[in-house]
């Protein structure tokens, strides 16, 4: 026994501290948030004062890539390593949707899982759960981040728009009375609950095109529910209650390696920012949640200073999809713009095929090991997060794993500006990156929303643009370059037509 107790003790404290060495990692994930809405990027008309010192220490992006311009597939992608369009039902999910995120691949967080790290999904969710048929609301909801690799979640299930409007804790409603049980409906009215679009009167945000089902906390939303009352939300309470569960869980494990995904609801609809940014910005509601996001980051960054976990921590800032302005409320934000341009100088917004659809802003910070004030013109797509945390932590991949992920570490870390070789993005065609190209293929549906008053980039016949020179793709260069037309429309069905690009 005497004998092998040093070698013993020795593995052990060598086993203790490759584990505290082994970084913590936070990817705060915005809503909605565009690439002109943050003032490090730009912006004159508001401050992000926290989210600009993340970008003053580490690196900023300016051609970083949702895989979508909308967030279930971005989600999706992000958190599976393959573009979400591979996967039928990954569209913007409803809020009883069953799980679509498969169990039996190792997803991001289980990766992290299997490195060693304790992991949390904190915010929302927007990837379904339950089995087929969706979740039983009043008793266990599983599948769900759980099953997925997550050790802990608190969560919004779906959308702050979209019903049932409560906390889900790892597989259970947060503070539900079992003797007024939930019910969610998404196809017809619930007894006599009330509506938006039948007691306008009881509402204190009315929509603009749609919102007009179950009332909730004087809001109308998608959706109709009853029951639920003790448990439903207040939603200008959210983000203190999500950041608070996110600080929760930080001090609860800051003596071994962390992942969060800090999923915020802003700046997602309906806007209803807490009395501490209330008329605060300027910029009506969508201002005054933008800076009660920055406020948010700022909350995170200060509590990782404060336990002395900074110089261990890289934290990864972005958004699931490009901005829209009037996506369904009458919150004045179009009439108080002010100036302000959510998408910078890009065409389109959310839905759109256009640039400000999917290019959004990416910041990583990691004192030490990130050089700061760095930025970085690589493109960079959020599909690749899952092969670069990979090979951050040195955890194998399977062949199986992460099949459309790229190893942009290098990338990430400020190492490198190599651009990825070719990104496809997605929104209601599908779009082919290449160098300074951008190839949208042809697509039948509407090119203007008319309620979002967004162009969505959809025409008969194909687009291409050299966004070196024209970013605000103003010129279709098509007609001109036949045949790089027809060499990207190759390459795009190539790649559609693999189950693995890595």
């Given at each position: 026994?005497k004998r092998?107790r040093f070698?013993?003790l020795?593995?052990?404290?060598?086993?203790?501290?490759?584990?505290?060495?082994k970084?913590?990692i936070?990817f705060?994930?915005?809503?909605d948030?565009?690439y002109g809405?943050?003032?490090?990027y730009?912006a004159?008309?508001?401050?992000?004062?926290?989210?600009?010192?993340l970008a003053?220490?580490?690196?900023?992006?300016?051609?970083a890539?949702?895989?979508s311009?909308?967030c279930?597939p971005?989600?999706?992608?992000?958190l599976?390593?393959?573009?979400?369009w591979?996967?039928?039902?990954?569209?913007?999910?409803?809020?009883?949707?069953?799980?679509?995120?498969?169990?039996?691949?190792?997803?991001?967080?289980?990766?992290l899982?299997?490195?060693g790290?304790s992991?949390?999904?904190?915010?929302?969710?927007?990837l379904?759960l339950?089995?087929?048929?969706?979740?039983d609301?009043n008793?266990e909801?599983k599948?769900?981040?759980?099953?997925?690799?997550?050790?802990?979640?608190y969560?919004?299930?779906a959308?702050?728009?979209?019903?049932?409007c409560?906390?889900?804790?790892n597989?259970?409603?947060?503070?539900?009375?079992?003797?007024?049980?939930?019910?969610?409906?998404?196809?017809?009215?619930?007894?006599?609950e009330?509506?938006?679009?039948?007691?306008?009167?009881?509402?204190?945000?009315h929509p603009?095109?749609?919102h007009?089902?179950?009332?909730?906390?004087g809001i109308?939303r998608?959706?109709y529910?009853?029951?639920g009352k003790?448990?439903?939300w207040?939603?200008?309470d959210i983000?203190?209650?999500?950041?608070?569960k996110?600080?929760?869980?930080?001090?609860?494990?800051?003596?071994?390696?962390?992942?969060?995904?800090?999923?915020?609801?802003?700046i997602?609809?309906p806007r209803?920012?807490n009395m501490?940014?209330?008329g605060?910005s300027?910029?009506?509601s969508?201002?005054d949640?933008?800076?009660?996001?920055?406020?948010?980051?700022?909350r995170?960054?200060?509590?990782l200073?404060?336990l002395q976990?900074s110089?261990n921590t890289?934290i990864?800032?972005?958004?699931?999809?490009?901005?829209?302005v009037?996506?369904?409320?009458?919150?004045?934000a179009v009439?108080?713009?002010?100036?302000?341009?959510?998408?910078?100088i890009?065409k389109?917004?959310?839905y759109?095929?256009?640039?400000?659809g999917t290019?959004?802003?990416?910041?990583?910070?990691?004192p030490g090991k990130?050089k700061?004030?760095?930025?970085?013109?690589?493109l960079f797509?959020?599909?690749?997060?899952?092969?670069?945390?990979?090979?951050?932590?040195q955890?194998?991949?399977?062949?199986?794993?992460a099949?459309d992920s790229?190893?942009?570490?290098?990338?990430?870390?400020g190492?490198?500006?190599?651009?990825?070789?070719?990104?496809?993005?997605?929104a209601?065609?599908?779009?082919?990156?290449?160098?300074n190209?951008?190839y949208?293929?042809?697509g039948?549906?509407?090119?203007?929303?008319?309620?979002?008053?967004?162009?969505?980039?959809?025409l008969?016949?194909a687009q291409?643009?050299?966004?070196?020179k024209?970013p605000?793709e103003?010129?279709?260069q098509?007609?001109?370059?036949?045949?790089?037309v027809?060499?990207?429309?190759k390459?795009?069905q190539?790649?559609?037509?693999k189950?693995?690009t890595?």
């Amino acid at each position: 026994m005497k004998r092998w107790r040093f070698p013993l003790l020795l593995l052990l404290y060598t086993s203790t501290l490759t584990a505290q060495q082994k970084p913590n990692i936070v990817f705060i994930y915005s809503d909605d948030l565009g690439y002109g809405d943050l003032s490090c990027y730009g912006a004159s008309k508001i401050a992000t004062p926290h989210i600009d010192a993340l970008a003053k220490n580490g690196i900023r992006f300016t051609n970083a890539h949702t895989s979508s311009a909308t967030c279930t597939p971005s989600r999706y992608s992000l958190l599976t390593g393959q573009y979400a369009w591979r996967r039928e039902g990954t569209g913007i999910a409803p809020g009883n949707a069953a799980l679509i995120l498969p169990t039996n691949k190792t997803t991001l967080p289980g990766m992290l899982q299997k490195a060693g790290y304790s992991t949390a999904a904190i915010g929302k969710w927007h990837l379904g759960l339950g089995p087929a048929g969706g979740p039983d609301w009043n008793h266990e909801i599983k599948p769900g981040p759980q099953e997925l690799g997550f050790g802990y979640s608190y969560i919004i299930p779906a959308t702050g728009d979209r019903v049932p409007c409560v906390f889900v804790e790892n597989h259970h409603v947060v503070n539900l009375d079992p003797n007024d049980p939930i019910v969610v409906s998404y196809q017809a009215p619930i007894d006599n609950e009330p509506t938006g679009k039948q007691h306008p009167e009881s509402l204190t945000l009315h929509p603009s095109h749609g919102h007009d089902q179950a009332i909730v906390n004087g809001i109308s939303r998608i959706g109709y529910m009853s029951g639920g009352k003790a448990a439903l939300w207040k939603d200008e309470d959210i983000a203190d209650v999500l950041t608070g569960k996110a600080i929760q869980f930080i001090e609860a494990n800051k003596d071994k390696p962390f992942f969060i995904y800090f999923a915020t609801h802003d700046i997602h609809v309906p806007r209803a920012p807490n009395m501490r940014f209330a008329g605060k910005s300027g910029l009506a509601s969508r201002g005054d949640v933008i800076l009660q996001l920055d406020d948010c980051v700022g909350r995170i960054s200060h509590t990782l200073d404060s336990l002395q976990l900074s110089s261990n921590t890289i934290i990864i800032f972005s958004s699931d999809n490009g901005p829209v302005v009037d996506d369904g409320y009458l919150d004045n934000a179009v009439e108080k713009l002010n100036g302000h341009t959510p998408a910078g100088i890009y065409k389109g917004g959310k839905y759109s095929a256009f640039e400000a659809g999917t290019r959004v802003p990416l910041i990583a910070s990691w004192p030490g090991k990130i050089k700061p004030g760095m930025v970085s013109p690589a493109l960079f797509s959020q599909v690749d997060m899952y092969a670069s945390l990979a090979a951050l932590v040195q955890q194998p991949l399977t062949h199986d794993d992460a099949p459309d992920s790229f190893n942009s570490l290098d990338q990430l870390l400020g190492n490198s500006i190599k651009n990825r070789p070719y990104l496809v993005e997605q929104a209601g065609v599908l779009s082919l990156l290449k160098e300074n190209w951008k190839y949208i293929a042809p697509g039948d549906g509407p090119a203007y929303d008319q309620n979002t008053r967004i162009l969505l980039g959809n025409l008969p016949t194909a687009q291409l643009y050299d966004l070196s020179k024209d970013p605000g793709e103003q010129n279709n260069q098509a007609a001109k370059y036949p045949e790089l037309v027809q060499s990207m429309a190759k390459l795009l069905q190539e790649l559609q037509a693999k189950t693995v690009t890595r």
